[in-house]
């Protein structure tokens, strides 16, 4: 999967001659009058970074896309017409609407998969971005609001809360949904200057969902830690999905800095390394669809396992 490519080696060396508006150049002559070498010219060809998301990664795609949905309309299934002993799982109705979002997920991966043939217009392609990651975000409300209020949560709200929380995630995908466009056959954020506000306030969104909110987490875990009493949220195998999320907030946050001229990156390892995380921070992404409906029943065998369902 990928092509991985190494900088433009000069082969200017091995040209004895070459034509330009039909009068002949003479390599030495030229090489003696600008003194250029060799190394000069290598240091200034474009540097290219490994590629891991290509048109050769669509079975990629394809493959965890059949899983995700799979999985998720299995587990989503097993919630909502509970079986054995899945009605005794504590936020059933939240879990169910996690395994629903994971699936949405799965079904639009196709759209922003490279190599797709034909390619995808631009309407698409703002719908699968939209889906994407209105998915996403409302997998994250949602674990939150598990966390944070779970079995605790009553019966009578969750519906509102639920609307609520999905119209707040499809409000927070319009700016990536505005700055989406189709370009060398891919669906991507574009940073033109007609959408670049868009796109600038959908890279914070991304950090504060996908970075804050999980610190934010994890930090009032330890306080209650530390303090030894009083709320807390509680602590469960879930909180993994964070970690599928985290390098994509990280990584988009630096390429936003670079393309403003915030951060300016003069080594090519730097750059080619800021490529590799972007692509890897995309196919954690991407393995989230098939890991959703894996943590959800983690929880779920555990805690109905378990004599005091509070204990998580």
Known sequence: MGNCLHRAESRLQNIESWTIDGSEYDWNSWNETFNYTDDDVNSAAPCHSCVLLDSSSLPFFALFSALGMLGGGTLLFGLLKPLGCWHL???RTILAQMAGGSTLFSIVLPILAP??????????????HGLWYASAFAQALLLCVHACLGPKLHQSWILKLSLALWGVALLMALPVTLASDVSSG???LSFSPKVWVWSVIHIVVCIAVFFILPLGLVGGWVVW???GGGPRPQATVLWIWFLFWWLHAVAMGFDALVRSDALVI???FAQQTLDFLLDSAKILGVLHCLATPLLLVLFCHHVTRTPT???L
Request: proline share 10%; glycine share 14%.
């Open 186 to 188: 891919l669906c991507t």
């Open 89 to 91: 799982c504590p936020g």
């Open 309 to 311: 369902l509070n204990l």
């Open 266 to 268: 003069t080594e090519c």
């Open 225 to 227: 830690w530390v303090r």
């Open 115 to 128: 190599g797709l043939n034909p390619t995808p217009g631009t309407t698409l392609c703002w719908l699968g």
